[in-house]
Structures are given as structure tokens and as C-alpha cells.
């Protein structure tokens, strides 16, 4: 069975500063789609950035970027430029290529930012 | 809708009384799924409709939990004799089927949070 684990429970950053979120996952499957999703107090889960596992390079959206090691089944969510609007818990989230199967999630990591 | 809806918001019972979740997933899509988050824990898969075939039922913790969804659309979640450890918000997403192995992005919604007392 898959499995994703987030590390680090609570993390905190200054406004304006760059912050990285860990994630590891198990998997022996060579084809599948790894997500960052933020979820603020208003319960609404918001998709981050999303990544496929054939594609070696990065997937960036804006302030926000992925370094994904295949080989390492690393999938750390670098926030640059910190704002107050981004605190909140984010969860890194596995799925297969196969069908539109369930999301396997990790426990998350509440970000605080300090202004 | 613009988005996927969940009814009620909140949702406080007692003990081993039945309770109906309700999601309203964005027009169109064609995979439904739900899921719990207890407190402190990450999402954790119930159950997800795609399309017209059989419903995946792997991740129902036991069977208190049903779920139906009516014309392949609205889907309501329903726990019967709730037990205190039921005690969770349930989040719903929904999705649309492009093709095999599409990253179909999950849409969610605001969940809904069950006490109970």
C-alpha cells in the first residue's frame, strides 16, 4: 500500500522569507501523480501545485515549487516570499496514474507566518 | 454550481442516532469521492463513485457507514448509531473523468463537521 508521510507536524516563517515543506512517499508503482493541497481554517481544501512522476522537471506555480527526487521518493513544497495568507496546513497527497482513484494523503504540516 | 457544496456545515448528534451527509458535487464531473478527517490526522478515503459502475467501498471503516449518489450527482454519506469516534469533518471532492491516467484535479468542499455527543 502507498503511504506519504509529512515529518515536520508545525513549521513557521517570517513574512517576505522562504519556507520548505517536507514530504516523503512509498510506492512501487514507477507511474503516479504526487499534489500539495493548502487547507486554511475555512476547511477548503485548495490544490498548491501538482507533479507528474514521468516529468523530471519541477512544477513551479508561482511563489510556489516542487523538488521531486524519484529516486529518493522526496517531494518537498518551497514557498517563496512567505505571505500572511499562506498560513495555513498543507498536505502532500499520492495518486496512481490508473483511473480516477483516491488521493492518499499524508497528516500535514501547519505553517504559521510571522509578520 | 461554481464549486462542490456540502450540507450541513456542522452537524452536533447524540450517540447512536443516524446522521445524513450531504454533497453536491460541480455539474459535470463524474467521480465522486468522500472523505474524514479526524482531529489532528490527515484525509482519510471512504468511498468514491465514478461514473455509473460500482461504487469503491474499500475505505468505509465499518458497516455503519453507506453511501449512495442519486442520477450521478448528489451524493449523501450516511453514518448509522454514531459512536463518539465518528467525531470528524467529512470533506467530498469531485473530479472529472478525462481519460485513463488524466491528473484529474480533486475539487473539495467545505466539509462538514460532525459531533458527537
Known amino acids: 500500500a502507498q503511504t506519504v508521510t509529512q515529518s515536520q507536524p508545525e513549521m513557521s516563517v517570517q513574512e517576505a522569507e522562504t519556507v520548505t515543506l517536507s514530504c516523503t512517499y512509498d510506492?512501487?508503482?514507477?507511474?503516479?501523480?504526487l499534489f500539495w493541497y493548502k487547507q486554511p481554517p475555512s476547511r477548503q481544501m485548495i490544490l498548491v501545485i501538482r507533479?507528474?512522476?514521468?516529468?523530471?522537471q519541477n512544477a513551479t506555480e508561482n511563489r510556489f515549487s516542487v523538488n521531486f527526487q524519484k529516486a529518493a521518493k522526496s517531494f518537498s513544497l518551497k514557498i517563496s516570499d512567505s505571505q500572511l495568507g499562506d498560513a495555513a496546513m498543507y498536505f502532500c497527497?499520492?495518486?496512481?496514474?490508473?483511473?480516477?482513484?483516491?488521493?492518499?494523503f499524508g497528516k500535514g504540516t501547519r505553517l504559521s507566518v510571522i509578520a | 454550481g461554481a464549486g462542490v457544496s456540502q450540507s450541513p456545515s456542522n452537524k452536533v448528534t447524540e450517540k447512536g442516532k443516524d446522521v445524513e451527509l450531504r454533497c453536491d458535487p460541480i455539474?459535470?464531473?463524474?467521480?465522486l469521492y468522500w472523505y474524514r478527517q479526524s482531529l489532528g490526522q490527515g484525509l482519510e478515503f471512504l468511498i468514491y463513485?465514478?461514473?455509473?459502475?460500482?461504487?469503491?467501498k474499500s475505505g468505509l471503516p465499518s458497516d455503519r457507514f453507506s453511501a449512495e449518489r442519486t442520477g450521478g450527482s448528489v451524493s449523501t454519506l450516511t453514518i448509522q448509531r454514531t459512536q463518539q469516534e465518528d467525531s470528524a469533518v467529512y470533506l467530498c471532492?469531485?473530479?472529472?473523468?478525462?481519460?485513463?491516467?488524466?491528473?484529474?484535479?480533486?475539487?473539495f468542499g467545505p466539509g462538514t463537521r460532525l459531533t458527537v455527543l
Open positions: 471532492a469531485s473530479s472529472f473523468l478525462k481519460g485513463q491516467g488524466s491528473t484529474d484535479t480533486q475539487y
Open positions: 510506492t512501487s508503482e514507477s507511474d503516479y501523480y
Open positions: 507533479q507528474e512522476a514521468y516529468k523530471q
Open positions: 497527497a499520492y495518486r496512481r496514474v490508473s483511473g480516477n482513484t483516491p488521493l492518499v
Open positions: 455539474s459535470g464531473h463524474t467521480a
Open positions: 463513485f465514478q461514473g455509473n459502475s460500482a461504487p469503491d
